[in-house]
């Protein structure tokens, strides 16, 4: 395929050619095309070559991409063909990209296959994300099953006064409650001062 850009100031006599490639896949049973190569032109001269990775379709369909480009920040999906080519001066970058060279029907482009991936960084980070968030939520549910209810505290401290040892035959006086206002209730054990709420 061949973009010319006629007689528009100095783009005059300016070509951009796509040499595109089909083959048949017995794994998809179908006939994908590539994009194999892009030169530049310019009077009938060659300016520039770059080969074209990872830009293929099924026949049937047309290639959509946001950024095709030589530029590394847009993924370089066109690499100079050679390191002693003046390709390296060049820099391109098509923006919208949408490419179909075989089976075109009524001079629209077909579905278009697009060149995103399923695994992009920003999918990726949600899905990272997401796990922390699931893993937080599953120890949270962990702690609130194993979680053990009370149903007396205990709030034990040393008494202030000393009592003196009380002998084996009162020992039942000791353990009875004293006296007791609402549902607070005070026992003597041996020095130590508790209070029980109920």
């Not at 006939?31 to 049937?60: D, G, K, V």
Request: glycine fraction near 4%.
């Amino acid at each position: 395929l061949s973009l010319k850009f006629g007689d528009i100031g100095n783009l005059k006599g300016l070509v951009i050619r796509f040499l595109l490639t089909t083959s048949y896949y017995q794994l998809s049973v179908q006939n994908w095309f590539s994009l194999h190569r892009l030169q530049l032109l310019y009077n009938h001269s060659i300016q520039a070559t770059f080969n074209a990775t990872r830009i293929h379709a099924p026949a049937s369909y047309s290639y959509h991409c946001e950024h095709v480009s030589s530029l590394q920040r847009y993924d370089a999906l066109l690499i100079p063909s050679s390191a002693n080519d003046l390709s390296k001066l060049w820099e391109v970058t098509f923006i919208d990209f949408q490419i179909q060279g075989f089976n075109i029907q009524e001079g629209h482009f077909a579905y278009a296959k697009d060149c995103a991936s399923f695994f992009s960084p920003a999918i990726l980070m949600g899905l990272v994300m997401s796990l922390i968030l699931l893993l937080v939520l599953a120890y949270a549910l962990h702690m609130l099953i194993h979680l053990k209810s009370l149903d007396r505290h205990y709030e034990c401290k040393a008494s202030p006064a000393y009592f003196a040892q009380v002998k084996d035959n009162d020992m039942e006086d000791e353990k009875e409650p004293l006296r007791s206002s609402g549902n607070e209730s005070y026992e003597l054990r041996n020095q130590q001062f508790c209070k029980i709420y109920i």
